[in-house]
């Protein structure tokens, strides 16, 4: 049973959040552990399609890794913590159902990164996210160096890692680190929404299409275009691609698997 993290379901969509807000949410190896077995619960259930990471109380999604618990670690133990972190966001990362992040507060260091981890960043005007690593003598160690600049383009990711500095959520969407801003109090019922969106669709087909992407991301232009032609192809082995087709003809909905 997880002391750090509570998962709840509406629908085909689970509700994960971190629940240590004395602390700001912040991660340590518990919190990071813990997490990574719910993501992969979640992982290996058909029935959930979309899930939703948020952070406990009013202040913060997570504040970043546990300062208090790094601030004495040797180099080994820090590239050992470096690890249990990498391995947390690339389980989300690689995540089948599609993940949305629904940034309540600070989304600071580790907690940016988790954020990043995630499909899609919808965050609350009282949102604040940044890379303050430096001012710690540090360099972010959950991923954050390779996943900004895949999001916000390199100028912009250096800017956020050298100035240190919490960026606010309209900033945020500008530059392309979160995709959407909504009042505080419409957060969670906003991502519930988005989730149903996405559940009426071809669950198979979304997963197909984000591996694409995310595959892609790592190739050359070429060889990722020729993945998609393979990928594309592979989606006709599927119920789905009959179903959605056969119903488009019919003009009657598509009842997916
Ligand atoms: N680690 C451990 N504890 C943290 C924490 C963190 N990252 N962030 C906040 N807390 C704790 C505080 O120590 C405090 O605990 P106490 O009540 O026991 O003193 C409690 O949470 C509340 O925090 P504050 O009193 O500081 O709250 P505030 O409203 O004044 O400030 C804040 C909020 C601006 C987010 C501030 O807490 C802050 O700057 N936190 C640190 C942010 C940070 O530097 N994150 C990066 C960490 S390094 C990292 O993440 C590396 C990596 O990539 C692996």
Known sequence: ???????????????????????????????????????????????????????????????????????????????????????????????????????????????CELAMACDIRIASTRAKMGIPEVTLGVIPGFGGTQRLPRLVGLGKAVELLATGRPYKAEECREMGLVNQVVAPEELLERCLELAEAISRNSTGAISYGKQCMSTGLELDLARALDFEQRVFALTFTEHDQREGMEAFLQKRPASFR
């Open 1 to 111: 049973m997880a002391e750090y993290i509570r998962c709840e379901e509406r629908g085909a969509a689970a509700i994960v959040t971190l629940e240590r807000p004395k602390a700001l949410n912040a991660l340590n190896v518990q919190v990071l552990s813990e997490l990574y077995e719910v993501m992969d619960g979640l992982n290996s259930r058909p029935e959930v399609k979309v899930v939703i990471l948020t952070g406990a109380g009013e202040k913060a999604f997570a504040a970043g890794a546990d300062i208090a618990s790094m601030s004495q670690m040797t180099p080994g133990e820090a590239a050992e913590f470096s690890r249990t972190g990498h391995r947390t966001m690339d389980r989300i990362a690689s995540m089948r159902p599609v993940t949305i992040a629904a940034v309540n507060g600070y989304a600071l260091g580790g907690g």
